[in-house]
Every structure is written in structure tokens, then in C-alpha cells.
T-cell receptor, first 113, second 115 residues
Framework: SQKIEQNSEALNIQEGKTATLTCNYT??????LQWYRQDPGRGPVFLLL?????KEKRKERLKVTFDTTLKQSLFHITASQPADSATYLC????????????FGQGTTLQVKP | GAVVSQHPSWVICKSGTSVKIECRSL??????MFWYRQFPKQSLMLMAT?????????EQGVEKDKFLINHASLTLSTLTVTSAHPEDSSFYIC???????????FGPGTRLTVL
């Protein structure tokens, strides 16, 4: 069956360190993968999109990698700040034309000052 | 740009009543809108996809007669939870996209509590 897995345990790191979150998937052939941030009681906010033919994407302190052989995406936040504390969701879009997003369960990041 | 609003932001209703949730794209025309449901500490689960002027496509296991979706214009979609029951209590989130496989912009969500 199709699965998207993110580390369900919360990630606690010290301010200034790099946070690395993992998204693994099975039985998918995603056209592209997206990362979102979600704060409690709010809708997700789009962060980055990476296509199947791209290895890495950067935006300010954020970096995403996409390895279609390993079926894995890594999401990095460098020089992390307490304001980065939130739940981060990965989402896949399949190769069909529907545009449907399938979300992982999210990883909660806590950055301590 | 690309702002999506939802109304109401929260609603409490009695069991057996119907509740309508609106999703609006404020500064762009949304060809496609999506409705999601999220239970506490779980991920977003897609309920249905709606394209302006046509019937919504529901995901497996979602009752189309219970969750009525109307996408009457390029800026408005509504989700009506009919004869709501406590198990329908959840966080309902919509998203809107300019094109079928384009970036989705999410609304702030609606918290529904059915007593």
C-alpha cells in the first residue's frame, strides 16, 4: 500500500543548530514533493516544492533534498530559531493530473533558546 | 497575493443540525478547490476535490450525501456537513489552486464541534 512516513516523535534542538526532518514514501511515483509548516489551530503554509528531476532546492535558511532512488526527502532548517517551532508536513503529488496532495503525519519541531 | 479565507473560523452545533463552511480565494481565481479534514495530532486527509461548475470528486470512504460540496464560482466553494454528529467534530481546511496541478494555498481552517 502507499505510505508517507515522517518521524512522529517531536524533534527538539537548540537555537542556532540545523534541524533535519525526514519524509519517506513507498509505492508512490511523485511528480513533485512539497513541504509545509503548520502552527496549532492554523492551516498549512507552503514552504518549498521540489520536482522529481531536482536533487536540491534552497530558500533562505531552508533546504530540501529529494532522492527518488531512496524514496526520501530531507528538510533542513539552518541557524534555527525558536520562531521555527511548528509542525512540518511533507506532501506528495502523484503523476496523475488531479493535483491531489497526500500528506505525511508531520513532525513537530521545538527549537529551544 | 494568494490569500484564502474560511468562514466561520469555529462553530459549535447540536447533533443533527447542518453546518455550512465557506472557502474563498480573495485575490485570485481558483480553478480547483480541495477540502481536507484533520483530527487532533493527525495529518490532513483529503475529502474531496472540486472544480468550478462541476460536481466534486470525493475520496474513498467520504460520504458525498453527508458532505455536500458546491463550487459555484471561481472564488467560492462551500462544504455543508449535513445532520452532523459528534464524530464529525474536526478541523476542516480548504485549499485553492489557480490550476489543476498548481500550488495549493490553504485557508486558516474551521474548527467544528458537534455536541
Amino acid at each position: 500500500s502507499q505510505k508517507i512516513e515522517q518521524n512522529s516523535e517531536a524533534l527538539n534542538i537548540q537555537e542556532g543548530k540545523t534541524a533535519t526532518l525526514t519524509c519517506n514514501y513507498t509505492n508512490y511515483s511523485p511528480a513533485y514533493l512539497q513541504w509545509y509548516r503548520q502552527d496549532p489551530g492554523r492551516g498549512p503554509v507552503f514552504l518549498l516544492l521540489i520536482r522529481e528531476n531536482e536533487k536540491e532546492k534552497r530558500k533562505e535558511r531552508l533546504k530540501v533534498t529529494f532522492d527518488t532512488t531512496l524514496k526520501q526527502s530531507l528538510f533542513h532548517i539552518t541557524a534555527s530559531q525558536p520562531a521555527d517551532s511548528a509542525t512540518y508536513l511533507c506532501a506528495l503529488v502523484g503523476s496523475s493530473n488531479t493535483g491531489k496532495l497526500i500528506f505525511g503525519q508531520g513532525t513537530t519541531l521545538q527549537v529551544k533558546p | 497575493g494568494a490569500v484564502v479565507s474560511q468562514h466561520p473560523s469555529w462553530v459549535i452545533c447540536k447533533s443533527g443540525t447542518s453546518v455550512k463552511i465557506e472557502c474563498r480565494s480573495l485575490d485570485f481565481q481558483a480553478t480547483t478547490m480541495f477540502w481536507y479534514r484533520q483530527f487532533p495530532k493527525q495529518s490532513l486527509m483529503l475529502m474531496a476535490t472540486s472544480n468550478e461548475g462541476s460536481k466534486a470528486t470525493y475520496e474513498q470512504g467520504v460520504e458525498k450525501d453527508k458532505f455536500l460540496i458546491n463550487h459555484a464560482s471561481l472564488t467560492l466553494s462551500t462544504l455543508t456537513v449535513t445532520s452532523a454528529h459528534p464524530e464529525d467534530s474536526s478541523f476542516y481546511i480548504c485549499s485553492a489552486s489557480r490550476q489543476v496541478r498548481g500550488e495549493q494555498f490553504f485557508g486558516p481552517g474551521t474548527r467544528l464541534t458537534v455536541l
